[in-house]
């Protein structure tokens, strides 16, 4: 047994089992793979009730204050790390190029700049690469919103509290229990996936972020409708 074979053995049948028709180790894999299916939708689905039930209030208020600053004039920087780094870029896509071309509005995701990310890392050092280009770019009025799975990611903690000193509106997206994202003066607004899995904490975080997204462009197209009322997110 060789290449793929040897890599998935109970995918292929052994030279005593039927070629044709699934074994029975193939049935039981498949088995188990629709169980664990089942099991991780029922979860994602349970977090995002729950995240979205227990911040109801706090993503009105978040999205018009949000909403508020792009009125204004105010930008977004959205950074992360790893998979949050690809969060941050779908955040500033999110706003950037709305399915309405006429409602886009101006958005930046830090982690998209590879000369700076890696000049900044190579140079001075990685906890840095957004807390200086925030400190270039930011400016009041502007909005940085961080995401950490553990919410303790040095570079991103740096980044928000950068932020915070420039006047900008701060927003943060945290798993666990909020981890350093959740102490005191950290960001104006923290939404928490109470959950161990990073896999259930970023799928929870998109739908926060879309939920944000979807309330702040509502409210933008409404502009006769009170400010941190940008209406109800169901």
Known sequence: MS????????????????????????????????????????EIAALREQVLASYADDLVTCAGE?????AAGGRLFSFGNGGSSTDAQAVAEM???????????????????VAVLTALSNDVSFEVVFARPLAASGRPGDIALGLSTSGGSTNVLRGLAEARRRGMLTVGLAGYDGGRM?????????????????????????????????????????????????????
Request: with cysteine.
């Open 182 to 234: 959740a102490e005191v003066d950290t960001v104006d607004h923290l939404f928490v996936m109470p959950s161990s899995s990073v896999h259930r904490i970023q799928e929870a975080q998109t739908t926060v972020y879309q939920v944000l997204g979807e309330l702040i462009l509502r409210a933008l197209s409404c502009p006769g409708r009170p400010e941190g009322d940008p209406g109800s997110p169901g």
């Open 3 to 42: 290449g793929v074979e040897s890599l998935y053995p109970f995918l292929y049948p052994s030279a005593d089992e039927e070629p044709e028709g699934e074994t029975a180790r193939e049935q039981e894999v498949f088995a188990e793979v629709r169980r664990s299916t089942r099991e991780k939708v029922a």
């Open 95 to 113: 706003f950037s190029a709305p399915e309405d071309p006429g409602a886009g509005l101006p958005a930046i995701a830090l982690t998209a700049d």
């Open 66 to 70: 949000m909403a508020a600053a792009f």
